[in-house]
Structures are given as C-alpha cells and as structure tokens.
C-alpha cells in the first residue's frame, strides 16, 4: 500500500496522520452512526437505508432498517476525500430536498474534514468538487427547477 505523508493543514503544531490513520478515524465515525461499510473497488460511494422484513422463529415479521455505506478503501488522499463525502451523507442524511445543496454541502464537508485531518486539498480537488455541484444542479434545471439557491450560485463560480 502506498503511504503518503500529509500535508500540515495549519501552522498551529496540530498532530500530521498518515492516510491509515485518517481513514481508521472516518470509518469508525462512520461505523458509529450504525452504518455497515461495504468497499467498493471504483473510486465511488453511496449510503444507502434498506428496508428488509425478516420472519423470526415464532412467525412474527418484523421491519429491520439495514444502513449501509459503501465507499473505497483509503489509499490516497483522494480516495480519503470520497470517504469523508460519504461520512457527510450519512451524518445529515437528507438535509435538504435538493440534491445539489446536498452535494455542495457534503463537498464543502469533505474539504474541511480532510483539513481536520491535517491534510491539503488541492486546488484541482475543489475544482472537481465543484464541477460535480454544477453538473447536479444542470440535472435539476432540466427537470424543471426555476429558482436556484444564491449560495450554490456563489459557490460554484470559477
């Protein structure tokens, strides 16, 4: 596995991790929300709740809620970057109807976790991040949205 070393993220003496230690530290706050992680082989996440019925031994069906994170495994700082997105999604599963503001948020979340971590974000990252915003936010546009949120707008200018 291929160790990078982080960058300080501030001049403040804040402790550095290694890409093993941040990733051990996103998934136990992911496992502590009650998610299952499940690993992923592409550079992709998705959080989902599944509804399951399950028959016990007395004949009684009974509801389960199976919550279930599937991210990759962080080996670089990108792969690290989708995880703390996906920890965002599954901390504020639906913090807002529109699912642009959802992704503008977990994106923003993702840059300041990675910085928590010790970490830098760099600048083709956040480009990225908000291309993948503004590609959400077409979507809606051709599914009918009239009105869009002014910090979305702010957000995503070059």
């Not at 989902?48 to 599937?70: D, H, P, W, Y």
């Not at 792969?79 to 901390?91: D, F, G, K, Q, R």
Request: with cysteine.
């Amino acid at each position: 596995m291929r160790q990078i070393r982080a960058c300080r993220a501030n001049l403040e003496g804040e402790r550095i991790m290694d890409i093993e230690q941040a990733r051990q530290t996103l998934e136990a706050e992911i496992r502590g929300l009650g998610y299952e992680i499940l690993y992923r082989k592409n550079l992709t996440g998705k959080v989902t709740l599944r509804r399951v019925f399950i028959k016990s031994r007395n004949g009684l069906v009974e509801l389960r809620r199976i919550q279930q994170c599937a991210i990759p495994y962080a080996s670089t700082r990108k792969s690290l970057y989708i995880v703390a997105h996906e920890l965002y999604h599954c901390l504020y599963p639906r913090y807002s109807k529109k699912v642009y503001i959802n992704e503008m948020k977990a994106e923003q979340f993702a840059h300041e976790k990675l910085r928590e971590l010790g970490f830098a974000v760099p600048h083709s990252m956040t480009q990225r991040a908000k291309n993948y915003v503004a590609w959400k936010l077409s979507k809606a546009r051709r599914r009918g949205l009239k009105k869009i949120d002014s910090t979305v707008k702010q957000w995503i200018k070059p």
